[in-house]
């Protein structure tokens, strides 16, 4: 098939390399243009090594954009990792028009962090969908749903890499085969199931101690590794990635009070919060490198009795 792709990042390489390896034609790419000093986008980097025609248009409202993908002359266009805003007039050029991957089980978790707040909510499922893209967002009709167990202990890392990502990069493929082959049924979204959700960012990241065990537990889950949820010891921001959760079967288990460091060891610390402590494994202060729990705890003077997030 002939096909033109719109995204950007690892992603989109993967996709872009999955389409090639099987023999389609990838007539034109379009990735966002990279902000000044950031790194260069690897799917426009796998796209021009291959001798392909990339666009990088600042929208894709642009009437430039719509005119390059008209000369692409493509069967169907495939969104793997958008972030541009890709109106109605883009998207159904292609003979077959345009389907879209999305990481979550639409019509929940529309947004952009769709990833993070499943493990942050703490549900024990996730998944992908392809969809037609509309105006709306996340909100086009579905073609394709793969759903995927969330583990008590998986993480943001562990769910997309391990998973989402390769389950993604398949469907891309199934889903355009049935488009082009005609077999596919496109289900409109029940919009009373509907979700949406913001981006998982720094401030939405911080830990409060004071919340149960769990909804602390699974926050640090959902943005390991990135935003990486965060605490402050003497003002500093310390990132906690790796982390393990234990239960107070009593109350007079309790080892200390709410953020207090209860337990130091070479290769972790322990903090109270709500009903438990977590045992931070691996973690980062604001200014430094990722380490194990006891090196961050000595290094940065952490000691059974501190208080965190204070």
């Known amino acids: 098939m002939k096909i033109a792709i719109i995204g950007q990042q690892d ?11 099987r023999g389609d034609e990838v007539r034109a790419v379009f990735c966002a243009p990279e902000a000044p000093g950031a790194r260069p986008d690897s799917l426009r980097l796998a796209a021009q090594e291959k001798g392909l025609a990339v666009h990088q248009f600042k929208s894709l409202r642009d009437p430039q954009a719509a005119e390059a ?29 345009t389907i879209q991957y999305h990481p979550s089980l639409l019509p929940k ?4 962090s769709s990833i993070n707040w499943p493990i942050i909510k703490g549900d024990s499922e996730t998944g992908l969908t392809i969809f037609r893209p509309t105006d709306g967002l996340d909100e086009g009709a579905v073609i394709l749903q793969k759903r995927t167990p969330i583990g008590p202990d998986d ?24 488009v082009l082959a005609g077999k596919h049924t496109e289900t409109i979204q029940d919009e009373s199931q509907a979700s949406y959700e913001g981006w998982c960012r720094s401030a939405e990241a911080r830990i409060d101690w004071a919340k149960p065990i769990d909804h602390v537990y699974n926050l640090i889950r959902g943005c390991n590794p990135a935003p990486g949820a965060w605490t402050t010891f003497h003002g500093k921001k310390l990132q906690i990635f790796d982390a393990r959760k234990a239960l107070f079967r009593r109350f007079a288990e309790v080892p200390g009070k709410i953020g207090e460091v209860s337990e130091v060891s070479g290769s972790s610390f322990k903090v109270v919060a709500q009903g438990g402590t977590i045992e931070v494994l691996r973690a980062k202060f604001e200014d430094g490198k990722k380490l194990g729990g006891g090196e961050i705890a000595a290094s940065g003077g952490i000691a059974k009795g501190s208080l965190l997030g204070g």
């Open 109 to 112: 978790y529309r947004g952009p």
């Open 155 to 178: 993480t943001l890392g562990a769910v997309y890499f391990d998973r989402l990502f390769p389950m993604g990069v398949q469907a891309m493929l199934e889903a355009a085969d049935l």
């Open 69 to 97: 993908m008209r000369g692409a002359g493509a069967d169907i266009g495939i969104m793997a990792f958008v972030t541009q805003f890709a109106p109605q007039e883009f998207v159904k050029i292609p003979k077959h028009g």
């Open 11 to 21: 992603f989109g390489k993967a996709v872009l390399e999955a389409f090639l390896s």
